[in-house]
């Protein structure tokens, strides 16, 4: 195996959880409708803005990485739903669905031979794409752990 393999595969599996953290599957499973909306004492967002947010960021950064010609939204207004939105269960779904389908955009950009992890990004030199992976599974690492707290902050977490 080549280092160049071993360092997507190491992507991956960061991107993926399960070592240092649980991974997304986990982090949402069996989670009650009924709680999507609700927020914690002393916590200013709900589960699903919470989910909203790292979904915004992650699709944020791989459109950073794929399009010359993308503008990321307003800082931080952009990143987050609209103060009083409210998810129904068609948006919940969605959210997680787009989530999901994200991460296996930014994983099949990691296994593509041609990516090259370590040039500078033609349209941001400053930045290389190894460092935008490592940035979405930091983000999305940070984020899962804070909705495990919130889960349990709502006592709505199982260790089973």
């Known amino acids: 195996m080549t280092n160049d393999e071993v360092v997507r595969g190491q992507l991956i599996a960061l991107l993926r959880g399960g070592n240092a953290h649980l991974n997304f599957e986990r982090a949402v499973s069996q989670f009650p409708f009924d709680y999507i909306n609700r927020k914690a004492p002393y916590i200013s967002y709900s589960p699903w803005e919470l989910l909203e947010h790292m979904r915004i960021c992650q699709w944020d950064i791989l459109e950073f990485i794929r ?72 983000h999305n690492a940070y984020h899962l752990g804070e909705l495990v707290v919130l889960r349990k902050a709502l006592s709505i977490w199982s260790y089973s």
């Not at 068609?90 to 999901?100: G, I, V």
């Open 67 to 138: 399009n010359p010609q993308y503008e990321s939204p307003p800082w931080p207004k952009g990143y987050w739903p609209a103060k009083g939105e409210f998810a129904d269960e068609k948006k919940w779904q969605k959210t997680l669905s787009d989530f999901s389908k994200d991460l296996l955009s930014v994983e099949k950009l990691v296994n593509e031979p041609s990516t090259n992890l370590y040039q500078p990004i033609c349209h941001a030199p400053e930045y290389i794409i190894f460092r935008e992976i490592l940035l979405i599974a930091d």
